[in-house]
Nanobody, 119 residues
Framework: QVQLVESGGGLVQPGGSLRLSCAAS????????LNWYRQAPGKEREFVAR????????NYLETVKGRFTITRDNAENTVSLQMNSLKPEDTAVYYC????????????WGQGTQVTVSS
């Protein structure tokens, strides 16, 4: 069955860094665009970053540009999100999601990993 399993969340101080990873199985990973979304308490889920199936196209939420970097490894079926210069407003549950086409609503979602930025 399809699985997307996130890891790497935790508690970090403002200005710190975290690296989230997502391991995928059960579908042809290299055919899918991979996304990171997040949902903060009391807010709607929002798009954070997206990378195309071949890694050529990348898009970010404006407020994370220059701080977050999305990468993928099609040989290992993994996608990562390097998060630097973290701010308290980055606190959220972060979700990995796979979409068959760039920009489409994702077909598959992970269970999420908590990121808390606090002093």
């Amino acid at each position: 069955q399809v699985q997307l399993v996130e890891s790497g969340g935790g508690l970090v101080q403002p200005g710190g860094s975290l690296r989230l990873s997502c391991a995928a199985s059960g579908f042809t990973f290299s055919n899918y665009a991979l996304n990171w979304y997040r949902q903060a308490p009391g807010k709607e889920r929002e798009f954070v970053a997206r990378i195309s199936s071949n890694g050529v196209l990348i898009n970010y939420l404006e407020t994370v540009k220059g701080r977050f970097t999305i990468t993928r490894d099609n040989a290992e079926n993994t996608v990562s999100l390097q998060m630097n210069s973290l701010k308290p407003e980055d606190t959220a549950v972060y979700y990995c999601a796979a979409a068959r086409r760039w920009g489409d609503v994702p077909n598959y979602w992970g269970q999420g990993t908590q990121v808390t930025v606090s002093s």
